[in-house]
């Protein structure tokens, strides 16, 4: 049976956090997944009004270690409107907001429910892989469809978890579930753009504790999956000026996009437009699943090595 552990930060927020008493078993390639793959283990972490000018400007030394280590775009970009749960949502489906309908910006999941198209936590459950998601915004829920996420947290009501509280719960979920698609959602720059300002020093201290927690994420990854025996993406959903964000300015539509780990290319700057639609179609094409919505987004195969793009070659098509 899980034992039941209650941390200070935990208990302030009314939470149980399950800790299972061993390792799950080793993840099998699911036989729904008729495709090729390049790898059974994908996480995806998205900093949250992270503009990229900011991480060489803030000196995040863990993003620029990815950077260095595997391909990256520094002009990506995201949907119009450039908001947290219309890009979030684009980022996860691999369609814009036209088609998947979330155009607000709130947590309105009493009223709407879960997002209607195909998420990709839904594709990946579907070939039978094991999903999880920590969510630092309750309005993210939105992505949480019903049967979808193994295993889900967010916040309730207006509450905001810091990268700290995200990261000590995912930490410890992908040591002991060792799922196959993990997605965490770190929330500090957008918190501290809004409240101080886009690129103040109060946003570099935010960016700089973002940039540690993913490196506490690759930690626990490395320790359930084994150095080199997963694939991450880490990108933004959108970046901001002054206070605010959300219309089509670079500052705003620019996004980070990095990709690092098993099966990426060590070749620094990608050629070619990378989109935020682009993310959901890279982890399909990274697990051999195939998707069963028209995406708009295709894979960033360029980031990939050959013997990947070989790999995966069976689900090019079907995407």
Do not use: C
């Not at 009223?111 to 459950?125: N, S």
């Not at 698609?181 to 973002?210: K, N, Q």
């Not at 206070?243 to 089509?248: K, L, M, P, T, V």
């Not at 682009?278 to 399909?284: E, G, K, P, Q, Y």
Request: no cysteine.
């Amino acid at each position: 049976m899980p034992l039941i552990r209650t941390t200070a930060a935990t208990a302030a927020l009314g939470l149980a956090v399950l800790v299972m008493p061993g390792r799950a078993a080793e993840p099998r390639w699911p036989a729904a997944s008729d495709a090729g793959a390049v790898t059974p283990h994908v996480v995806v972490i998205s900093i949250d009004g992270l503009r990229p000018d900011a991480i060489a400007d803030y000196d995040a030394r863990v993003l620029q270690r990815l950077m260095a280590e595997g391909s990256y775009s520094l002009s990506a970009r995201t949907i119009t409107p450039s908001r947290t749960l219309p890009s979030h949502t684009s980022m996860l489906t691999g369609v814009p907001p036209a088609v998947h309908g979330i155009t607000w910006n709130t947590d309105r999941t009493g009223e709407t429910g879960a997002v209607e198209v195909q998420t990709v936590f839904e594709a990946v459950k579907i070939a039978g892989f094991s999903t999880a998601a920590f969510f630092s915004k309750s309005k993210l829920k939105h992505l949480n469809k019903p049967g979808t996420l193994d295993h889900a947290q967010a916040p309730t009501g207006l509450s905001v978890f810091s990268a700290a509280e995200t990261v000590e719960q995912a930490a410890r979920y992908i040591r002991y579930r060792r799922p196959n698609l993990v997605f965490v959602h770190l929330a500090e720059p957008d918190a501290a753009g809004h409240s101080i300002g886009w690129m103040s020093f109060a946003y570099g201290w935010a960016v700089r504790r973002a940039d540690g927690a993913v490196g506490e994420i690759l930690e626990a990854a490395d320790d359930a999956y084994g150095e080199g025996n997963y694939s991450v993406i880490v990108t933004s959903d959108h970046g901001g000026h002054g206070r605010s964000h959300g219309d089509d300015s670079d500052a705003d539509m620019q996004i980070p996009w990095i990709a690092w780990g098993a099966g990426v290319l060590a070749s620094g700057q990608l050629d070619g437009l990378v989109r935020t639609v682009d993310t959901a179609a890279t982890v399909l094409w990274l697990l051999g699943v195939r998707s069963g919505a028209d995406l708009h987004g295709r894979p960033v195969v360029s980031a990939y090595t050959p013997e990947a793009r070989l790999a995966a070659g069976a689900t090019i098509s079907g995407l």
